[in-house]
């Protein structure tokens, strides 16, 4: 059975429909997908993309926030793209793919801080 959640409107979209999603840099390079997102629970606003990024069949993959603001949409590749090179998402915080892992405003800000952004999320 569908919700009517499930469904994409005009430029609203579900979070079932965003995750899995492909994750392009500028140059058009797949660089992963959308695992997850972090959603700020009082305004509501999404704030970071998890990207996995890395290994080969899911073994050495790692997750990659990713500042929200950071990405745009592009309805021609049906996915989102990021001004971010291989090299600078290899060098960014993550964290392993099946590790417990808490996310906490100390490492929001070191994101933010790598990113050069300002998610104003505590």
């Not at 058009?28 to 959603?39: A, Q, S, Y």
């Amino acid at each position: 059975m569908q919700t009517e959640t499930s469904t994409t409107t005009g430029n609203l979209i579900a979070a079932e429909k965003v995750n899995g999603t492909d994750v392009y840099n500028l140059k058009g390079e797949k660089l992963g997908n959308v695992e997850d997102i972090m959603i700020d629970k009082i305004s509501g606003r999404a704030i970071y993309a998890v990207m996995s990024f890395g290994g080969f069949l899911g073994m050495g993959e790692k997750h990659h926030p990713l500042p929200w603001a950071k990405l745009s949409y592009d309805t021609h590749k049906d996915g989102y793209v990021v001004d971010v090179d291989k090299k600078k998402l290899e060098d960014a915080p993550n964290f392993d793919n099946g590790t417990e892992f808490k996310w906490t405003p100390d490492y929001a800000r070191k994101v933010d801080s790598y990113y050069d952004v300002s998610s104003n999320w505590n």
